[in-house]
């Protein structure tokens, strides 16, 4: 796919390539009634979703997750078919923050969500400074597909039931271990014309989606390292076949070094100082926080290529991918949509369990069960 690509035809060749969210939407009750909140990746894979849960008479209010992967002409066609939306690409934190709350206000009955911020502005979390919503008492299930979201859904203990599709199997295996890293290093290819081949690559984090990106890091060439500060992960590493190192062992040699954890801080102004001339940064962590920000762009800064920008730091020069936001949804295109498909059919049979049997279950997190996704796979 090409995001120059014309809209119309490329959403066309979208939905004919998503056979199984076809199928599995088709198969949904009448959602009459049901208003669900969403917080996704606004891009063109998830509009076949929305559009087949208002023709099963769902209403809609869509937010992004990532500012950054928005793409505004995907968030006008969902508005304009009737959806309210709430998004654009790059909208500041202000505004972010006032697009939850908007959310919130409208009234949800369901929430479906990556990273969680709308539950965490629902339980007026204190660190997110968020004013209470009016429409809280309303929710009465939800879904959650991120590691760090299901976290932070657990300390803040909702009042009614969240499903965790994140851990089922069918999406560990196949988004979080194998496209992840496929996508990265495919648009990591395509932006900076360069290929992996006698580069040393450190991938930090080595939970499924690091040890995807370093997988297909090796295919494509690259010479891994993992950095991860879990004793578990880090010995299974090594035993994976991966030399394992501390940042301060890893970073310098480096030519290209990755954040996969999905947290926050990953790499900040004191690992600096162990960048090689010419080094590449890049994060495909759901938290768009791993790399420290604006300890970086507290120095010089220019964008040199499209999603590439140039940083001096004292005495070397190193390059920001996608502003260190997610990488292969910033500046490239995601999951392929045959791959995608199978994890936005999983995600509408999850939307038609929460609306029905989900509400029944007691407050809190559990698995989404095996009998709502194992047929959405066969």
């Known amino acids: 796919m090409s995001i120059n690509a014309n809209f119309s035809q490329l959403l066309s060749w979208t939905r ?3 056979p199984r969210t076809r199928r599995t939407l088709a198969a949904l009750p009448d959602l009459s009634g049901i208003r669900l909140a969403a917080s996704m990746h606004l891009d063109i894979k998830i509009v076949p979703l929305i559009e087949g849960l208002q023709e099963r008479g769902a209403e809609i209010f869509l937010v992004t997750c990532n500012p950054a992967t928005v793409r505004d002409e995907v968030a006008a066609h969902l508005k304009a078919n009737g959806a309210q939306v709430r998004a654009w690409r790059g909208m500041p934190p202000d505004e972010y923050e006032q697009a939850i709350r908007t959310a919130l206000d409208w009234g ?3 929430l479906c969500e990556l990273g969680a911020d709308l539950s965490a502005a629902l339980s007026m979390e204190p660190s997110e400074g968020l004013a209470p919503s009016r429409g809280s008492a309303r929710v009465r299930a939800g879904l959650e597909g991120t590691g760090s979201g299901i976290s932070r859904i657990k300390k803040i203990d909702p009042p009614y039931s969240v499903f965790n599709w994140d851990d089922l199997p069918v999406k560990e295996g196949l988004h979080n271990r194998h496209m992840v890293g496929l996508s990265t290093w495919q648009t990591f290819f395509n ?4 290929s992996l081949h006698e580069k040393q690559v450190v991938v930090i984090g080595y939970g499924l989606v690091g040890q995807g990106v370093a997988q297909t890091a090796r295919a494509y060439g690259g010479a891994v390292t993992v950095v991860e500060r879990d004793p578990g992960r880090a010995l299974q590493a090594a035993y994976d076949g ?3 190192a501390t940042l301060a062992q890893a970073l310098p040699g480096a030519n290209v070094v990755v954040t996969c954890t999905g947290g926050r801080n990953v790499l900040v102004a004191e690992h600096f ?3 090689e001339d010419g080094v590449f940064l890049l994060n495909v962590g759901h938290e768009a926080g791993e790399i420290d920000l604006a300890a970086l762009y507290a120095h010089p800064h220019r964008q040199v290529m499209p999603f590439i920008e140039e940083i001096d730091l004292p005495g070397r020069t ?3 991918f996608a502003g260190g936001s997610m990488a292969n949804l910033t500046a490239g295109e995601g999951d392929s949509l ?5 994890t936005v059919a999983v995600l509408a049979a999850g939307i038609g369990f929460i609306v029905s049997e989900g509400e029944s279950y007691p407050p809190g997190v559990h698995l989404l069960p095996r009998h709502v996704w194992e047929p959405v796979i066969s």
């Open 16 to 18: 004919r390539h998503m």
């Open 108 to 110: 949800p009955t369901h």
């Open 191 to 194: 932006r900076t014309l360069l």
């Open 242 to 244: 991966w030399q394992v």
């Open 273 to 275: 100082r162990w960048l």
């Open 318 to 320: 190193v390059y920001l």
């Open 338 to 342: 045959n791959a995608f498909d199978l």
